[in-house]
């Protein structure tokens, strides 16, 4: 049964057009200014509650000219390491933005994690930002890193991305990381999930967002191409998986459609739906149980890939 704590929270999130005294949610505003503003409200919020703890250290870099950065803590172990990709439907987030939701990753399994800024759309759309994920992952074998030592975690749009980068590093015959944890993975950016529809309301996503954010990713390029939606790729082969969604999100079908064909082409994957929760309900755990204990999972299911 859901906590009535998750229950009052999700609440309060869904209807936050409330507090601003509107009767509807503001439905995804897709021109330049929209973007730009919405962009901007993430990177301040992520700046006010992205506060970290004092032994925690943020490590900036520079990967092809982008921006990365690793979060740690003392007393992980530094041969191993996380991919992290943050989401914000390919056109808003970043690094900086991203962690108060990575430090409970870094904290929760003992591995660090660099986070990388990737190109964003529509400004840069596909592949810009796969390609900027495949240089993050060459940076780390570069540095040393055995793939085995690796493991890649993301959400949304990310969690999309983490799986496309699989697809891309698979196809290149480079050596796949150890695991992968993903959070509502974008996996249909074609969005035939009925779960579109169905939790359309329910969802704390944006109404509209999906449908805008596919087209200024994919640009020109087939919306079914596997690198822009890994569901439809040849699955075979990829590491073990750990997907979590929702039951009230936009996105449900795409994390139990790709469970279904990875399954199919022999990939191990623990797949997590709980029934009444959002959008990447885990990066919640600090607020309510539900979320902490697949928060909980999901670090130990990346803690025993990685040996950590």
């Keep these: 049964m859901q906590s009535l704590k998750s229950k009052i929270i999700l609440g309060l999130i869904v209807h936050r057009h409330l507090f601003s005294l509107q009767l509807r949610s503001k439905p995804f505003d897709p021109?330049?200014?929209?973007?730009?503003?919405?962009?901007?409200?993430?990177?301040?919020?992520?700046?006010?509650?992205?506060?970290?703890?004092?032994?925690?250290k943020v490590i900036p870099l520079s990967i092809n000219e982008r921006y990365a950065e690793w979060i740690t803590l003392p007393t992980n172990n530094t041969q191993k390491a996380m991919l992290y990709f943050h989401g914000g439907m390919y056109l808003i987030g970043s690094a900086q933005s991203h962690r108060q939701h990575v430090i409970k990753f870094v904290s929760g399994s003992g591995i660090n994690a660099l986070v990388f800024n990737y190109r964003l759309?529509?400004?840069?759309?596909?592949?810009?930002?796969?390609?900027?994920?495949?240089?993050?992952?060459?940076?780390?074998?570069?540095?040393?890193?055995?793939?085995?030592?690796?493991?890649?975690?993301?959400?949304?749009?990310?969690?999309?991305?983490?799986?496309?980068?699989?697809?891309?590093?698979?196809?290149?015959?480079?050596?796949?990381?150890?695991?992968a944890a993903v959070l509502s993975p974008w996996t249909d950016l074609a969005l035939t999930g009925k779960s579109y529809q169905t939790n359309e309301k329910k969802c704390v996503s944006p109404i509209g967002c999906a449908e805008n954010a596919n087209i200024f990713y994919a640009a020109d390029t087939d919306l079914r191409n596997p690198f822009i939606s890994p569901l439809y790729g040849d699955l075979k082969g990829l590491p073990p998986l750990h997907i979590s969604a929702g039951g009230n999100e936009i996105l449900?079908?795409?994390?139990?459609?790709?469970?279904?064909?990875?399954?199919?082409?022999?990939?191990?994957?623990?797949?997590?739906?709980?029934?009444?929760?959002?959008?990447?309900?885990?990066?919640?755990?600090?607020?309510?149980?539900?979320?902490?204990?697949?928060?909980?999972?999901?670090?130990?299911?990346?803690?025993?890939?990685?040996?950590?």
């Design 31 to 56: 021109s330049m200014k929209g973007i730009h503003a919405l962009r901007n409200r993430v990177e301040k919020a992520g700046n006010k509650f992205g506060k970290l703890p004092k032994e925690a």
């Design 121 to 179: 759309a529509p400004e840069h759309p596909f592949p810009a930002a796969l390609d900027d994920a495949l240089a993050a992952y060459d940076y780390l074998l570069n540095e040393g890193f055995n793939s085995s030592d690796i493991v890649f975690a993301g959400d949304s749009a990310g969690g999309g991305l983490c799986l496309a980068t699989l697809l891309a590093i698979k196809a290149k015959d480079i050596a796949l990381p150890s695991a």
């Design 252 to 308: 449900l079908d795409d994390s139990i459609q790709f469970t279904q064909k990875a399954q199919a082409a022999g990939v191990d994957v623990t797949l997590r739906i709980e029934e009444g929760m959002c959008h990447c309900y885990p990066a919640f755990a600090n607020l309510f149980k539900e979320a902490k204990l697949a928060m909980d999972e999901i670090c130990l299911f990346l803690k025993k890939h990685a040996g950590a």
